[in-house]
């Protein structure tokens, strides 16, 4: 088992920066994928993004591609989530997610493991 803790939210204004990270413990960390969610109040959860076990390859969702980005510290256990170009519509719990066996990156059904979440709020 892994168990993830994310950190980093806070309140911004539309245009400026934030860092999130999601520091994982138990089981090695380079053996799961991990992602990025978030979820908004009366919406679903929506993946933002992943990195690959490796962190040599990443997807994105269209709305963040070119603000975002993750990456990945296997030696660290943590993962990062750069968030550039903030706007009022990023607002939402951000969650971080680790799946150990093969699936689809975007599918929050395949990802076993889940951080309590943390809170990111745009002003504009």
């Known amino acids: 088992q892994v168990q993830l803790v994310e950190s980093g939210g806070g309140l911004v204004q539309a245009g400026e920066s934030l860092r999130l990270s999601c520091a994982a413990s138990?089981?090695?960390?380079?053996?799961?994928?991990m992602a990025w969610f978030r979820q908004a109040p009366g919406k679903e959860r929506a993946f933002v993004g992943a990195?690959?076990?490796?962190?040599?390859?990443?997807l994105y969702t269209n709305s963040v591609k070119g603000r975002f980005t993750i990456s990945r510290d296997n030696v660290k256990n943590t993962m990062y989530l750069q968030m550039g170009s903030l706007r009022p519509e990023d607002t939402a719990v951000y969650y971080c997610?680790?799946?150990?066996?093969?699936?689809?990156?975007?599918?929050?059904?395949?990802?076993?493991?889940w951080g309590q979440g943390t809170q990111v709020t745009v002003s504009s």
């Open positions: 138990g089981r090695t960390f380079s053996t799961y994928a």
């Open positions: 990195v690959s076990r490796s962190g040599s390859y990443t």
């Open positions: 997610a680790a799946r150990y066996d093969s699936g689809r990156y975007y599918d929050r059904n395949d990802y076993d493991y």
